[in-house]
C-alpha cells in the first residue's frame, strides 16, 4: 500500500513559521551569512575577544608546584627490611601506593587510640622502639 501524503495549508503555515534554517540571499555579505548562521556560519557574540577568563593563581608550573608541596607535609618513615616488606606486599594486595596505605594507617591509629594516655607500642632498647 502506498504511502500517502496529504498537503493541508494550514499545517504548511505552521512548518514555514517554524523553520530553523532561514534562505541565505544570494547577494548577501559573508558577515551577514554568519550572523544568521546560514551555510555552516557560526553565530559571533560581540564582546567575547574582550573576556580573558580567570586570572592565573600562579606565574608558572614551578611556582604551582611548590606552593602545592607547601601545603603538604612530608614525613620519611624507616623501619626494618621485612616491615617495608610487609608494607609493600599489603599495598600490593589493596591496589594501592605504599604512601596510601600508611595514610590510612595512620588516620586508624589517630582516631582509635588515645596515644597521649597510653603511650607507644613495644619496648625501648637502648632508645630505639623494638
Not at 606565574?59 to 626494618?80: G, P, S
Request: proline share 4%; with cysteine.
Amino acid at each position: 500500500m502506498p504511502a500517502l501524503q496529504m498537503d493541508f495549508e494550514e499545517f504548511a503555515a505552521f512548518d514555514a513559521a517554524n523553520d530553523c534554517c532561514p534562505p541565505v540571499c544570494a547577494g548577501a555579505s559573508a558577515a551577514l551569512v554568519a550572523q544568521v548562521g546560514g551555510e555552516g556560519g557560526i553565530q559571533s557574540v560581540a564582546g567575547n575577544e574582550k573576556r580573558k577568563g580567570r586570572p592565573a593563581k600562579h606565574v608558572d608550573a614551578a611556582a604551582r608546584k611548590a606552593a602545592y608541596r607547601a601545603e603538604k607535609a612530608r614525613i620519611d618513615y624507616t623501619d626494618r627490611p621485612e616491615i617495608i616488606a610487609k608494607l609493600r606486599e599489603t599495598a600490593a594486595t589493596l591496589d594501592c601506593s605504599v604512601n596510601e596505605l600508611l595514610q590510612s594507617m595512620v588516620r586508624f591509629a589517630e582516631c582509635n587510640r588515645n596515644w597521649k594516655q597510653v603511650g607507644l607500642y613495644g619496648a625501648r632498647k637502648n632508645g630505639v622502639l623494638q
